[in-house]
């Protein structure tokens, strides 16, 4: 079994940051990807970033030049680094890790902006 347990959720005003951590434990080989989605009230869970087990990166276009997503191999641990958050960022973050195509999902943690 593998948990994910995130961490560095909170209220910030907006052009704010904040900084998520994910920490992996249990029965772990190798994580192949990780990342963070965001799901909003109404709205479907969508990706914020992905990080390959090489640090190939991918983001969503809103979040391009605002954040910024790092792993420790080592530690089996996923950061993300939101900068200048606007209150459309406002949403549940979750992380979620992929180990032998099979996709584990923490609790989530939410992040709220206010204007």
């Known amino acids: 079994q593998v948990q994910l347990v995130e961490s560095g959720g909170g209220l910030v005003q907006a052009g704010g940051s904040l900084r998520l951590s994910c920490a992996a434990s249990?029965?772990?080989?190798?994580?192949?990807?990780m990342g963070w989605y965001r799901q909003a009230p109404g709205k479907q869970r969508e990706l914020v970033a992905s990080?390959?087990?090489?640090?190939?990166?991918n983001y969503a276009d809103s979040v391009k030049d605002r954040f910024t997503i790092s792993r420790d191999n080592t530690k089996n641990t996923v950061t993300l680094q939101m900068n200048s958050l606007k209150p459309e960022d406002t949403a549940v973050y979750y992380c979620?890790?992929?180990?032998?195509?099979?996709?584990?999902w923490g609790q989530g943690t939410q992040v709220t902006v206010s204007s």
């Open positions: 249990g029965t772990i080989l190798s994580i192949s990807a």
């Open positions: 979620k890790a992929v180990l032998s195509w099979r996709a584990y």
């Open positions: 990080i390959t087990s090489g640090s190939s990166t």
